[in-house]
Nanobody, 124 residues
């Protein structure tokens, strides 16, 4: 089992930045790809970004390309989501998820483990 804990959410003005963290614990000896997803009130969950277990491969949703950067520090068992130039439409609960394979996916259904989420609110 893998446990994931997100942190770093909060309230920020439009144009500002936040860095989310996802700390993994439990059976993290295998190669785990990790993704970030978000869900805004009244909307379906959507893919944001994902990275392979090594960090060599990264995928981004079109809506965040050029503004968000996913990275990982495997020694710290942490995956980060640096969010710059935030917009009010980025407001959502952000979740990290992991799957026990090396390559990432953009589909939430492909992930086995999920964190509890961290809230991001961007004011205009």
């Amino acid at each position: 089992q893998v446990q994931l804990v997100e942190s770093g959410g909060g309230l920020v003005q439009a144009g500002g930045s936040l860095r989310l963290s996802c700390l993994a614990s439990g059976r993290t000896d295998s190669s785990y790809a990790t993704g970030w997803f978000r869900q805004a009130p009244g909307k379906e969950r959507e893919f944001v970004a994902s990275t392979s277990s090594s960090g060599a491969f990264k995928y981004y949703a079109d809506s965040v390309k050029g503004r968000f950067t996913i990275s990982r520090d495997n020694a710290k068992r942490t995956v980060y989501l640096q969010m710059n130039s935030l917009k009010p439409e980025d407001t959502a609960d952000y979740y990290c998820a992991s799957r026990a394979t090396a390559m990432p996916s953009m589909r939430g259904a492909d992930y086995n483990y999920w964190g509890q989420g961290t809230q991001v609110t961007v004011s205009s």
